[in-house]
Nanobody, 120 residues
């Protein structure tokens, strides 16, 4: 099981980024998938999770209406719009064997992080 995240970078407030996480050597079907983030000096927090079985999704209140999680052809995406400096963090993709796993930081498999910095 391998997850390879990419797409982070430096963006101005109000800008957009799309994070990608390619799953290799296994199919995401019937997995829980998610994005988590950790800002400097803070604990890791859940951003968004989705069941690849039925597409049901969870979003943290802080990103609701701005971020969208999706799973297309075994790649997990996180479209991030209207970014603010509070979104600055290392973002991690993760999967769980339970397709309806709660969106907490206890997923089974993790990708490496990708840095997102929102600054003018």
């Amino acid at each position: 099981v391998q997850l390879q995240a990419s797409g982070g970078g430096l963006v101005q407030p109000g800008g957009s980024l799309r994070l990608s996480c390619v799953a290799s050597q296994f199919s995401l079907y019937n997995y829980g998938i998610g994005w988590f983030r950790q800002a400097p000096g803070k604990e890791r927090e859940a951003v968004s999770c989705m069941s690849s079985t039925d597409g049901s999704a969870y979003y943290a209140d802080s990103v609701k209406g701005r971020f969208t999680i999706s799973n297309v052809k075994n790649t997990i995406y996180l479209q991030m719009n209207s970014l603010t400096p509070d979104d600055t963090a290392v973002y991690y993709c993760a999967t769980d064997l339970d397709p309806f796993a709660r969106c907490v930081g206890e997923y089974d498999y993790w990708g490496q992080g990708t840095q997102v910095t929102v600054s003018s």
